[in-house]
């Protein structure tokens, strides 16, 4: 049914195109086990025999023009994927020895589909001669849906690439077919291979792990965002100046599925903007950051929940020193909503972008976690929340986490994310202070305890400043038990008395006034809890 096949009009030297059916496991279609989401493996494509090394210059079996123009060779493969296709289906590319760049093109059908009924969409990347096992050690870009062609080559690559030498062996194109309409999804990759000289690879310059900042203080910070190295419009230069701008101390850099930016800061770090880099592993099942792993690691994203891959995974994250971030996890694009459960969550990205009814509901369910953990005594999970900014007008920085840390460096930061201690808050603008006092003078701050007898009373105090004309609200694991308006000035302070036996917990919100029938208003912020107990 995949008809792949190299175009008929491409130059073929002897022994080159499309091996047949069936010299490939199971014929074209054949379905791998591969411990994780079925792929399908396609006919292998061939060029110049390597035992031959083609000339070095135009002139000979390629493409080149003149005496100086360097030797190249192209491919082109057609065929259509059927509905129901395995999440990755590999193509196969023997690359000869004297390559010294590899380019790829590809164009797929987007038919008209009637509502309700999904299109095509086709994702895009590339493994090397290591294989495409999980792991990724393979591994040399991947850019999704976002772009039609890309190069590599030793010394540079296409963002989302990782540039280095175009070594022999077999290589493979990974599609993803995202979606596939009724009717199939018909596409044609074009593979350009040119010939010389290896070249070198720059070591990359990857960004510090401390930056000066204030001793211990909240610091303020967006872990969700993407540059041109994935879906992203903006360049890492542009991220940056938009980050100070929006008054935040530190940003995580989070492209889809590749670390190809993790060494693309060069420059742009200084005293007072810390830069850590990471990933959002893109599963069909939910998205969820590596957030902060160590610099040039990628971790694998071709799995499903059914896979029973996750945990190990999530293990990988750690290992390099990473925070395990599901993200949007209500959100209702495909694939978007997180089904791989909590267990492995350091944190959990509650709120995304402009507030939104799924950011509601992911509020609500983060809180039922904290009702468990109380009950339980076992550990909670803190929220966080982020821009996810793509491009403008998403504004960097809307919302931010405000960490509690030691110092602006690296561990400080996620050892405070880690613990709890921090809030979400809007836009710089916004700034909360949140305690909890009983006992003999005892106190405790956000993401902490509280330990005091049952009937101690408690008094709760939340200061605001930056919120006009918006609402405060004191969640317990009862639900809310206190509201109080907040002055136009949009400074002010609420005071709240209640018991452990009473509130196991107390959290604060900040809302705006309700902009949707039967829904509380947007958030302006929130904090993590304060545990009350003996």
């Known amino acids: 049914m995949c008809n792949d096949h190299v175009d008929a009009g491409a130059e073929q030297p002897d022994g080159a195109g499309a091996e047949p059916a069936e010299n490939t496991p199971l014929g074209r279609r054949g379905l791998l086990a591969t411990g994780a989401a079925a792929a399908l493996t396609l006919g292998t494509v061939t060029f110049a025999n390597a035992a031959t090394p083609p000339p070095a210059h135009g002139n000979g079996n390629g493409t080149g023009t003149g005496p100086d123009a360097p030797r190249t060779e192209t491919r082109t493969v057609r065929g259509t994927l059927p509905p129901g296709a395995p999440d990755f289906v590999y193509l196969p590319v023997r690359v000869p020895a004297g390559v010294s760049e590899i380019r790829v093109a590809y164009t797929y059908e987007r038919p008209t589909v009637p509502a309700g009924t999904q299109g095509n969409a086709l994702d895009i990347g590339i493994f090397d001669e290591r294989g495409t096992a999980l792991g990724g050690h393979g591994f040399r870009g991947w ?36 979606t596939v309409a009724p009717g199939g999804l018909p596409y044609e990759v ?64 989070s492209d889809h599925n590749t670390h190809s930016a993790h060494g693309a800061w060069d420059g742009l770090w ?23 792993t160590d610099p040039g690691t990628l971790i694998d994203w071709r799995y499903r929940a059914r ?43 509650v709120w995304n972008g402009p507030y939104t009814p799924d950011d509601e509901v992911s509020l609500a369910d983060w809180d039922n976690t904290l009702v468990a953990a109380a009950r339980s005594g076992k550990p909670w999970t803190p929220a966080m929340g982020n821009s996810d900014a793509h491009k403008a007008p998403d504004a960097i920085g809307g919302p931010q986490t405000v960490v509690l840390a030691d110092d602006l460096s690296r561990t400080s930061i996620l050892a405070g994310i880690r613990a709890g201690h921090s809030y979400v808050a809007e836009s710089a603008k916004v700034s909360l202070s949140f305690t909890a006092s009983g006992g003999r003078g005892k106190q405790a701050g956000i993401g902490d305890r509280l330990r005091v007898a049952a009937a101690d009373p408690v008094t709760v105090r939340l200061d605001v400043t930056g919120a006009p004309s918006c609402t405060a609200h ?44 039967d829904l509380p208003g947007p958030l302006a912020a929130f904090t993590n809890p304060v545990f009350l107990c003996e």
Do not use: M
């Open 307 to 349: 896979d029973n891959r996750f945990g190990h995974f999530a293990r990988e994250v750690r290992k390099a020193g990473g925070l395990v971030v599901p993200a949007h996890p209500h959100a209702t694009c495909i694939g978007c909503n997180w089904k791989f459960g909590f267990g492995e969550a350091d944190a959990v990205e």
């Open 270 to 292: 200084s005293d007072d903007l810390l830069i850590l880099v990471g990933e959002e592993i893109t599963t069909r099942n939910g998205h969820v950051l590596a957030l902060s």
């Open 474 to 517: 004191f969640v317990t694991d009862q639900g809310t038990l206190h509201t109080a308006p907040l002055p136009a000035s949009g400074t002010g302070t609420v005071e709240w008395t209640t018991t452990p036996q009473y509130a196991a917990y107390v959290r604060a919100e900040v809302r705006h006034a309700p902009t949707l029938p």
């Open 190 to 253: 074009t593979i350009t291979l040119t010939y010389g000289a290896p070249g070198s690879t720059p070591k990359p310059a990857y960004p510090p792990e401390r930056a000066k900042g204030r001793g211990r203080a909240w610091y303020r910070g967006d872990c969700h965002l993407h540059s041109l190295h994935s879906d992203g419009k903006r360049t890492p230069a542009e991220i940056a100046d938009l980050a100070r701008a929006a008054g935040l101390d530190f940003i995580h850099s």
């Open 143 to 178: 850019s999704g849906g976002a772009r039609t062609e890309f190069f590599l080559r030793a010394d540079d690559a296409t963002p989302g690439y990782i540039a280095g030498p175009v070594r022999a062996g077999t290589w493979n194109i990974a599609l993803g077919p995202y």
